[in-house]
Nanobody, 117 residues
């Protein structure tokens, strides 16, 4: 089993920045992909960014150039640096981890990001 704990959410004004962090614990040695998803009120959960154990990154088109994902493959941590935040970035942000070889998926409890206009 893997547990994911997020931190770093909060309230920020439009144009501001936030950094989210996620720490995995438990049986972490099989994790080969970590990432962030978000869910705004009334909307489906959507991909924000992912990073593989080899450091390959993937971003949603809507956040390219605004958000940067980074990770520590040894410690199994992942961070999300968010800049130039807009009210439409308001959502609950969830940390995600995927194990090999069977693709078991784990989620954190979510952290609220609120961007005021």
């Amino acid at each position: 089993q893997v547990q994911l704990v997020e931190s770093g959410g909060g309230l920020v004004q439009a144009g501001g920045s936030l950094r989210l962090s996620c720490q995995a614990s438990g049986s972490i040695f099989r994790i080969n992909l970590m990432g962030w998803y978000r869910q705004a009120p009334g909307k489906q959960r959507e991909l924000v960014a992912t990073i593989t154990d080899g450091g390959r990154t993937k971003y949603a088109d809507s956040v390219k150039g605004q958000i940067t994902i980074s990770g520590d493959n040894i410690k199994k941590t992942v961070a999300l640096e968010m800049n130039s935040l807009k009210p439409e970035d308001t959502a609950v942000y969830y940390c995600n981890a995927v194990e090999f070889p069977w693709g078991a998926t784990y989620w954190g409890q979510g952290t609220q990001v609120t961007v005021s206009s």
